[in-house]
């Protein structure tokens, strides 16, 4: 059974850092893996979706990587802001049931 | 383009009432899904939808029905509401599964059942 794990569960840092947010997976048998973001008390919104077949995703500030032989992916945040507080969410789609499974989650304070 | 949009945004039931939530895209995407949302256990999978007509059963369906009568729309019913059912309901959609996955969300119901 897939599972998947995101530590930390929070993450505070000063405004300015480079920070690496972590996400590991049981099963290499995937589809894809994507990252979200979630405010407090709203929906989730899709930052990058990774292929299987490929290594890594950019979008400005934020940089994705895959590493499916060993089962983990990271999420680099560059030049972090005040903007970027929220939770981070990592989910994989099983390419053996056609489910997606989600981390629980790593909430990010940017302390100004 | 409204995008994916959900209905009511709050609700609270008692123990025993029924309800229906409402999911609507206007993106034309074949798959639908809905989830729940507990703190601290992540998003679960209820069920989905690969196109109109079709339902198939998710990770935490007990509880739940729902119909795809219209490609654009996917509604999730309780028929005897529980406690336990109380989260925040997601709708999801994508226009394909596997390879290139990309799920937009809509912004949740809040339920409580009393």
């Known amino acids: 059974k897939q599972e998947v794990t995101q530590i930390p569960a929070a993450l505070s840092v000063p405004e300015g850092e480079n920070l690496v947010l972590n996400c590991s997976f049981t099963?290499?048998?995937?589809?894809?893996l994507q990252w979200f973001r979630q405010d407090p008390g709203k929906g989730l919104t899709s930052l990058l979706l990774?292929?299987?077949?490929?290594r890594e995703q950019t979008s400005g500030r934020l940089n994705a990587s895959l590493d499916k032989s060993s089962g983990r992916s990271t999420l680099y945040i560059a030049a972090s802001q005040p903007g970027d507080s929220a939770t981070y969410l990592c989910?994989?789609?099983?390419?053996?049931?056609?489910?997606?499974?989600f981390g629980s989650g790593t909430r990010l304070s940017i302390r100004p | 383009n409204a995008g994916v949009t959900q209905t009511p945004k709050f609700r609270v039931l008692k123990t025993g009432q029924s309800m229906t939530l409402l999911c609507a895209q206007d993106?034309?995407?074949?798959?639908m899904y809905w989830y729940r949302q507990d703190p601290g256990m992540g998003l679960r999978l209820i069920h989905y939808?690969?196109?109109?007509?079709?339902?198939a059963k998710g990770e935490v369906p007990d509880g739940y029905n729902v119909s795809r009568l219209k490609k654009q729309n996917f509604l999730l019913g309780l028929e005897s509401a529980a406690p336990s059912q109380t989260s925040v309901y997601f709708c999801?959609?994508?226009?394909?599964?596997?390879?290139?996955?990309?799920?937009?969300f809509g912004p949740g119901t809040r339920l409580t059942v009393l």
């Open positions: 099963d290499s048998a995937i589809y894809n």
């Open positions: 989910a994989v789609e099983n390419s053996s049931a056609s489910k997606i499974i």
């Open positions: 993106m034309n995407h074949e798959y």
């Open positions: 939808s690969v196109g109109e007509g079709t339902t």
């Open positions: 999801a959609s994508s226009y394909e599964a596997g390879t290139y996955n990309e799920q937009f």
């Open positions: 990774i292929q299987s077949s490929q």
